[in-house]
C-alpha cells in the first residue's frame, strides 16, 4: 500500500492557462473522489468516480473543470481558463466499494496558485 | 443540505493535558463520521471512523463518540503530546442525496504546548 500520490505537488499558472492535475489511487480502491480546500476551511467534495465511471458532480464544478479515470486506475483534474479564485489545494482520495465501513485515503493534494 | 460545525476553531493546551474536540451535524440521516488529522501543506490522515450503528471507537490514545440522534460527535485526545499538534476534521457520510460524498467541518487547530 503506497497511498494516494498526487502530481505535481505545486503548480502556479497565469490567468487563462489550462492545468491538468494527476491522482493515482490506492490499487485495489475502485471509488476515487476529488475535492477542494481553500485556506482555513474543510474540503469541498467536487467529483466521485466508481471504476472509470463518473457518477457525481458538484455544482462547485463549472464547465471549466473536467474530471476523467479512462481505465479505473488513474484520474486527471483538468482546469481551463483558470481564473484566481481556482487558488486552492486539490485534494484527491479513494476508498473500497463499501461506503458504510470503508474509510477515505487523501493524498497530500495540488496547490494550485493562480496569478 | 448537511452542515458540519467544529467547537474550538483553535486550542491550545499544556502538554500532557486530556482534551476534548467537538463535532455537530444537522441531518441524523448519515452513514457513517469520520476524524481526519490534517498537517500544514499536507493532505488528511484518517483517524477514526465510526458507522451509524456505533457509538464509539477507539485507536490509541484517541476516542471518538458518536450521538447520532443529537447529532454530534467528540474526539477525546489523552494525554496530548507536541506532535498532536494539527487541524483536525470532523466529516461526516450522508445516507440520503449526495451520500456519495463527505460533508466535512471547518476544523479545530489544536497546539500542543510542550
Known amino acids: 500500500d503506497t497511498g494516494v500520490s498526487q502530481d505535481p505537488r505545486h503548480k502556479i499558472t497565469k490567468r487563462g492557462q489550462n492545468v491538468t492535475f494527476r491522482c493515482d489511487p490506492i490499487s485495489e480502491h475502485n471509488r476515487l473522489y476529488w475535492y477542494r480546500q481553500t485556506l482555513g476551511q474543510g474540503p469541498e467534495f467536487l467529483t466521485y468516480f466508481q471504476n472509470e465511471a463518473q457518477l457525481e458532480k458538484s455544482r462547485l464544478l463549472s464547465d471549466r473543470f473536467s474530471a476523467e479515470r479512462p481505465k479505473g486506475s488513474f484520474s486527471t483534474l483538468e482546469i481551463q481558463r483558470t481564473e484566481q479564485g481556482d487558488s486552492a489545494m486539490y485534494l484527491c482520495?479513494?476508498?473500497?466499494?463499501?461506503?458504510?465501513?470503508?474509510?477515505?485515503?487523501f493524498g497530500n493534494g495540488t496547490r494550485l496558485t493562480v496569478t | 443540505k448537511q452542515e458540519v460545525t467544529q467547537i474550538p476553531a483553535a486550542l491550545s493546551v499544556p502538554e500532557g493535558e486530556n482534551l476534548v474536540l467537538n463535532c455537530s451535524f444537522t441531518?441524523?440521516?448519515?452513514?457513517?463520521l469520520q476524524w481526519f488529522r490534517q498537517d500544514p501543506g499536507k493532505g488528511l490522515t484518517s483517524l477514526l471512523l465510526i458507522q451509524s450503528s456505533q457509538r464509539e471507537q477507539t485507536s490509541g490514545r484517541l476516542n471518538a463518540s458518536l450521538d447520532k440522534s443529537s447529532g454530534r460527535s467528540t474526539l477525546y485526545i489523552a494525554a496530548s503530546q507536541p506532535g498532536d499538534s494539527a487541524t483536525y476534521l470532523c466529516?461526516?457520510?450522508?445516507?440520503?442525496?449526495?451520500?456519495?460524498?463527505?460533508?466535512f467541518g471547518k476544523g479545530t487547530k489544536l497546539s500542543v504546548i510542550p
Open positions: 441531518d441524523s440521516a448519515i452513514y457513517n
Open positions: 482520495a479513494s476508498s473500497l466499494e463499501a461506503v458504510s465501513n470503508s474509510p477515505l485515503h
Open positions: 466529516a461526516v457520510w450522508g445516507s440520503g442525496a449526495g451520500s456519495y460524498q463527505l460533508t
